[in-house]
Nanobody, 120 residues
Framework: VQLQASGGGLVQAGGSLRLSCTAIGFTLDSVAISWFRQAPGKEREGVSCISKDDGSASYDDFVKGRFTISRDNAKNTVYLQMDSLKPEDTAVYYC??????????????WGNGTQVTVSS
């Protein structure tokens, strides 16, 4: 099983990026999918999660209203649309497959990371 995050890059503050999470050997719509991030010198933190059952989404306070998580099951892809980016959003972003349908389940698979850098 491989989870692949992509779409990162360098963007100015206020700009947008869309991250994609794809998988090989795994169907993303079978479980809840989360995005985490880790900035240099900081602990990894959860950003957003989308459940399997009803597709409900949750966001941490620091991205609420700016980021949107979504699924395209036909493409076996989960997206993280990031708008109004701030320098403090700079981090490596990871997609994560949960061990079940709910965002409350623990991690089953970690994907590789994609670097997001927001310049001021």
């Amino acid at each position: 099983v491989q989870l692949q995050a992509s779409g990162g890059g360098l963007v100015q503050a206020g700009g947008s990026l869309r991250l994609s999470c794809t998988a090989i050997g795994f169907t993303l719509d079978s479980v809840a999918i989360s995005w985490f991030r880790q900035a240099p010198g900081k602990e990894r933190e959860g950003v957003s999660c989308i459940s399997k059952d009803d597709g409900s989404a949750s966001y941490d306070d620091f991205v609420k209203g700016r980021f949107t998580i979504s699924r395209d099951n036909a493409k076996n892809t989960v997206y993280l649309q990031m708008d109004s980016l701030k320098p403090e959003d700079t981090a490596v972003y990871y997609c994560v497959a949960a061990g079940g349908s709910s965002c409350e389940h623990g991690v089953q698979y970690w994907g590789n990371g994609t670097q997001v850098t927001v310049s001021s």
